[in-house]
Every structure is written in structure tokens, then in C-alpha cells.
């Protein structure tokens, strides 16, 4: 079963399921996955019931499927080809203007530019992540800033999902946008598997110099 968004209107239905959280290990044992349906171009416009995985010996998977919560949808499969590590293939974003202290009168926008695999953030050459913290509205050269709201995953947790939110009117997270794939890699960075945000004039943010010495 994919644990990445699928396109809508694939898997035969309208509504693809899949595992927001990557598959378990055999030493796991059974484990509980979130199953979210993509709608509406939101990977996890639908929260479907959660179901349990195992992992097996001969590198396959079982699962205990339940019924949706929703019609219309379907569990998708897929051919599990083996990808390569997003820590040693990934795309460096270096734009001054995503730091979390940045505003200025261009409003840039996220959502006009072709997203593909995953990015790894620089600040004036340096590694920085992205903000798991609010961010204040018209900063990261937008009008509405894209920051993580859970923490980032340690290397062993391997690759992730969380949720994205955008600050507006006074709210945190008045946007929800696609959720987005994060893993931490050795050498103390992070890759994000960055797609296009559901509006225009956001942007995902990155930290700036004064997060990096605030962290020494």
C-alpha cells in the first residue's frame, strides 16, 4: 500500500487511501497507520479509520482493512520499488527571502512553482530548517507563511509526514495545506518533500542565522 499522497481519481475511485506514515519493520510487529483520502487537492482532505500493518519475513506486508469512513474511495496498492536515500539526493532551496524574519513589499508564491522530490533549505549558504513554530503573518516574503506544527523527526524515525499550516487573520493555522514529507538525516539537516500549496501568496518558510545561533 503507498505511503505517499496519490493523485485523486487513481486506484479506480475518486478518493485514493493511503498511509500517511512509512511502513513498519518485521521486528515492529503490528503496528497502527493514519489513512488519509486525497480530495479537493488536499493529500488528507479525508482522515479515514486507522488500520494495522505488519511487516513480514520474504519483505512483504499484511493488513487488517476496515471499512472507510467515506464512499467513493478505495485502498490503493503499489509496486514498491526501492528509492533513493533523500538525504544524498535532494535539491538545494538557498532563497534569502524564506527566513522567518524577511518581509518586503514582493509577495512570492509557492503555489506557481513545479515541485519535484525533495529540497534541502540554505540561508546564506548555511543549513537551516524549516520553522515547527508559528510564524508571523508577511514574513518568508509572502503574505501567509508555511511552517511545520509537529516537531522534526530524529534519523531513526526515518521519513515522515506532517501537517503544514499557513498564519492568517490573526490564526496560526487558518490554512491547512498538504501535508509534507520530512526526514532527518546524519550530519544534523533535513530534506522536505515540498508540494505545491492549495493557495497563492504563501510560501514555505526557512530559519534564519539568528535561529542557527539561537540554537548554539
Same mark, same amino acid.
Not at 500493518?53 to 472507510?68: D, H, I, R, T
Not at 490573526?170 to 490554512?175: G, I, T
Given at each position: 500500500?503507498?505511503?505517499?499522497?496519490?493523485?485523486?481519481? /487513481?486506484? %479506480?475511485?475518486?478518493?485514493?487511501?493511503?498511509?500517511?506514515?512509512?511502513?513498519?519493520?518485521?521486528?515492529? %510487529? !503490528? #503496528?497502527?497507520?493514519? =489513512?488519509?483520502?486525497?480530495?479537493?487537492?488536499?493529500?488528507?482532505?479525508?482522515?479515514? *479509520?486507522?488500520?494495522?500493518?505488519?511487516?513480514?519475513?520474504?519483505?512483504?506486508?499484511?493488513?487488517?482493512?476496515?471499512?472507510?469512513?467515506?464512499?467513493?474511495?478505495?485502498?490503493?496498492?503499489?509496486?514498491? *520499488?526501492?528509492?533513493?536515500?533523500?538525504?544524498?539526493?535532494?535539491?538545494?532551496? *538557498?532563497?534569502?527571502?524564506?527566513?522567518?524574519?524577511?518581509?518586503?513589499?514582493?509577495? /512570492?508564491?509557492?503555489?506557481?512553482? =513545479?515541485?519535484?522530490?525533495?529540497? /534541502?533549505?540554505?540561508?546564506?549558504?548555511?543549513?537551516?530548517?524549516?520553522?515547527?513554530?508559528? #510564524?508571523?503573518?508577511?514574513?518568508?516574503?509572502?503574505?501567509?507563511?508555511?511552517?511545520?506544527?509537529?516537531?522534526?523527526?530524529?534519523?531513526?524515525?526515518? #521519513? =515522515?509526514?506532517?501537517? #503544514?499550516?499557513?498564519?492568517?487573520?490573526?490564526?496560526?493555522?487558518?490554512?491547512?495545506?498538504?501535508?509534507?514529507? !520530512?526526514?532527518?538525516?546524519?550530519?544534523?539537516?533535513? !530534506?522536505?518533500?515540498?508540494?505545491?500549496?492549495?493557495?497563492?501568496?504563501?510560501?514555505?518558510?526557512?530559519?534564519?542565522?539568528?535561529?542557527?545561533?539561537?540554537?548554539?
Amino acid at each position: 500500500m503507498p505511503d505517499w499522497c496519490v493523485d485523486q481519481y /487513481r486506484c %479506480g475511485t475518486n478518493i485514493p487511501l493511503w498511509l500517511t506514515s512509512p511502513h513498519p519493520q518485521p521486528e515492529d %510487529g !503490528v #503496528v497502527t497507520r493514519q =489513512v488519509c483520502g486525497h480530495w479537493s487537492n488536499n493529500c488528507c482532505y479525508y482522515q479515514s *479509520n486507522p488500520i494495522r500493518v505488519k511487516a513480514c519475513p520474504g519483505n512483504y506486508y499484511v493488513y487488517e482493512f476496515v471499512n472507510p469512513t467515506v464512499c467513493s474511495s478505495a485502498y490503493c496498492s503499489a509496486i514498491a *520499488n526501492p528509492s533513493p536515500d533523500p538525504c544524498l539526493n535532494y535539491t538545494s532551496l *538557498n532563497d534569502t527571502w524564506r527566513a522567518t524574519n524577511y518581509s518586503d513589499s514582493t509577495i /512570492r508564491c509557492d503555489q506557481s512553482r =513545479v515541485w519535484s522530490g525533495w529540497y /534541502r533549505l540554505f540561508y546564506q549558504g548555511v543549513s537551516v530548517q524549516m520553522p515547527d513554530w508559528c #510564524v508571523n503573518q508577511y514574513r518568508c516574503g509572502t503574505h501567509i507563511p508555511l511552517w511545520l506544527t509537529s516537531p522534526h523527526p530524529q534519523p531513526q524515525d526515518g #521519513v =515522515v509526514t506532517r501537517q #503544514v499550516c499557513g498564519h492568517w487573520s490573526n490564526n496560526c493555522c487558518y490554512y491547512q495545506y498538504n501535508s509534507i514529507r !520530512v526526514k532527518g538525516c546524519p550530519g544534523n539537516y533535513y !530534506v522536505y518533500e515540498f508540494v505545491r500549496p492549495t493557495s497563492c501568496s504563501s510560501a514555505y518558510c526557512s530559519g534564519n542565522l539568528m535561529n542557527i545561533l539561537s540554537d548554539l
